[in-house]
């Protein structure tokens, strides 16, 4: 049985909100990093601290994490944690390719 228009529309979005809550945040992030190395400079230096970086990261997942548990409070529990094991997994990977990608683009790091 499918279901209506609205409620995939629903479901699509209830998938996304965790990812949008965890790129906007990150982008914000960055953009703060670039910009206050570029007020210093030099890409290599400045910028927001490694801990507080990272800590941001974490806080940010943590965040992401717990809009994907709320939004999908009612899905059965099997299809919960499939999705749930799935987005963490790929957003990690994602995560990893972001960040390597910013810190080579923006000249941070190079090989």
């Known amino acids: 049985m499918n279901a209506p228009p609205a409620t995939k529309r629903a479901s699509i979005a209830r998938v996304l909100l965790p990812w949008t809550v965890f790129a906007v945040g990150w982008a914000v992030e960055s953009r703060i990093d670039l910009s206050l190395r570029m007020a210093d400079g030099d890409v290599r230096s400045g910028g927001l601290e490694r801990e507080l970086w990272f800590s941001l990261h974490i806080v ?6 717990a ?3 709320w939004s999908q409070r009612r899905w059965s529990i099997g299809l919960r944690m499939l999705v749930l094991v799935g987005q963490c997994a790929l957003g990690f990977v994602l995560y990893v390719l972001a960040c390597l990608g910013y810190g080579i683009a923006s000249g941070i790091d190079h090989f």
Request: no cysteine; charged share 0%.
């Open 67 to 69: 809009v994907a548990v």
């Open 60 to 65: 940010l997942a943590i965040i992401a994490f």
